[in-house]
């Protein structure tokens, strides 16, 4: 057994999972890298995000703010763990014509808690990537045109847009000040 320790947790996994789900630990790692590793775009998701504000993150800019980013990011997260549990009855609804859903509240000292949630559903990832294999990326989820395979790089081509609209926010916000 391997052990990566990562936020003051330790995560195995068995030598036959390492072995045996090449593209899979490939996804995995995109997620990771982008997350908090050293991404070929630049500066990382962690990176990126500890220098904002409670009060920079609701700041809005051409109607969205940085908040609104990282809500979408947390959304298509939480939408696509869902669908790869293949839970019969979707509990989220993306029927927003900006793909996320709207935020029920706008409580700005509700920052944190949207980075620990982030924290959150990139711990879910990886613990659902380590117990399976990669014959899951071929499947079409339920309700869904694409396979999963598909349906996890739009997720992190989306997660890459998202970051880069938080760094022109939070360039343009801290310029207009």
């Given at each position: 057994?391997?052990?990566?320790?990562?936020?003051?947790?330790?995560?195995?996994?068995?030598?036959?999972?390492?072995?045996?789900?090449?593209?899979?630990?490939?996804?995995?790692?995109?997620?990771?890298?982008?997350?908090?590793?050293?991404?070929?775009?630049?500066?990382?998701?962690?990176?990126?995000?500890?220098?904002?504000?409670?009060?920079?993150?609701?700041?809005?800019?051409?109607?969205?703010?940085?908040?609104?980013?990282?809500?979408?990011?947390?959304?298509?997260?939480?939408?696509?763990?869902?669908?790869?549990?293949?839970?019969?009855?979707?509990?989220?609804?993306?029927?927003?014509?900006?793909?996320?859903?709207?935020?029920?509240?706008?409580?700005?000292?509700?920052?944190?808690?949207?980075?620990?949630?982030l924290q959150t559903t990139q711990d879910n990832l990886e613990n659902f990537f380590l117990k399976w294999g990669d014959e899951i990326l071929e499947k079409r989820a339920a309700g869904q045109e694409k396979?999963?395979?598909?349906?996890?790089?739009?997720?992190?081509?989306?997660?890459?847009?998202?970051?880069?609209?938080?760094?022109?926010?939070?360039?343009?916000?801290?310029?207009?000040?």
């Open positions: 057994m391997t052990a990566r320790v990562r936020s003051g947790r330790v995560r195995t996994r068995s030598a036959a999972t390492t072995l045996h789900n090449k593209e899979l630990r490939f996804i995995l790692g995109r997620f990771t890298e982008i997350y908090e590793g050293n991404p070929s775009f630049g500066r990382c998701a962690v990176q990126i995000l500890a220098p904002v504000t409670d009060e920079l993150a609701f700041q809005k800019w051409q109607g969205l703010s940085i908040h609104d980013a990282v809500w979408r990011m947390i959304s298509w997260r939480e939408h696509l763990l869902e669908l790869l549990q293949q839970k019969q009855q979707l509990e989220l609804q993306y029927t927003d014509p900006f793909d996320w859903r709207l935020m029920r509240y706008r409580d700005k000292t509700m920052w944190q808690m949207l980075l620990d949630r396979n999963f395979r598909q349906l996890l790089h739009n997720v992190l081509d989306n997660h890459v847009h998202c970051l880069a609209q938080v760094q022109l926010f939070h360039q343009v916000l801290m310029h207009s000040r």
